[in-house]
């Protein structure tokens, strides 16, 4: 069983639409981090939140951070191409101070020009 | 600053035979952690390493894999033998501190075991 549940799992769209990509827990986590790694190289750190309902915004990606801690999205508006690769949500347990970071499965994102 | 070194960047082994990968993490970074990342999935911690000591290797299969941090900067992962479900992308990290700390990622070890 996956610790943390992305989906979709793929998602594939037109440039200039909108997405939102899940990660879910059934475990509370002291902080969420989202990476995006493109073929060929490794994950690049997007962001952190740590505190529940927190929302981070970069640019045109926001993240959020569920009141519960155990779960967060990552919404991108006007999707480009430049935005296609793989979207990685990663949480430290709280169970275990955030010692270890989990990461999920992945959300394969695929724009389209 | 320069980022987390990795090498090689491509390793075809046949199974059986042993392999080893190199990191070099950035300059100041305590922390290092070597992942397995296998096609279509999140990177999954292998050994965890704050300075020279290994803090969480729980999930390293011991039987045919052994990390080490000399000096507590450069590592190496050995896997002997190979088998053929090795066949991954070996990536390492490093970050400075460990608890929720930012990880920078190298661009990993593709292995192929034939």
């Known amino acids: 069983t996956q610790l943390l549940e992305q989906s979709p799992q793929f998602l594939s769209i037109q440039e200039g639409e909108n997405l939102t990509v899940y990660c879910n827990s059934s475990s509370v986590f002291s902080s969420l981090q989202w990476y995006r790694q493109e073929p060929g190289e490794g994950p690049v750190l997007l962001v952190t939140v740590v505190t529940g309902g927190e929302v981070k915004k970069l640019k045109r990606l926001t993240f959020q951070f569920g009141d519960a801690r155990k779960d967060s999205s990552l919404h991108i508006t006007a999707a480009q191409p430049g935005d296609t690769g793989l979207y990685l949500c990663?949480?430290?347990?709280?169970?275990?101070?955030?010692?270890?970071?989990?990461f999920g499965e992945g959300t394969q994102l695929t724009v389209n020009p | 600053e320069a980022g987390v070194v990795q090498s090689p960047r491509y390793k075809i082994i046949e199974k059986k035979q042993p392999v080893a990968f190199w990191c070099n993490p950035i300059s100041g970074h305590n922390t290092l952690y070597w992942y397995r990342q296998n096609l279509g999935q999140g990177p999954e911690l292998l050994i965890r390493y704050e300075n020279e000591e290994a803090v969480d290797d729980s999930q390293l299969p011991k039987d045919r894999f052994s990390a080490e941090r000399l000096k507590g900067v450069d590592s190496t992962l050995k896997i002997q033998p190979a088998e053929l479900g090795d066949s991954a992308v070996y990536l390492c990290?490093?970050?400075?501190?460990?608890?929720?700390?930012?990880?920078?990622f190298g661009d990993g070890t593709r292995l192929s075991i034939l």
């Open positions: 990663a949480g430290g347990l709280e169970e275990t101070s955030g010692s270890r970071l989990t």
């Open positions: 990290a490093s970050s400075v501190g460990g608890l929720g700390q930012p990880q920078h």
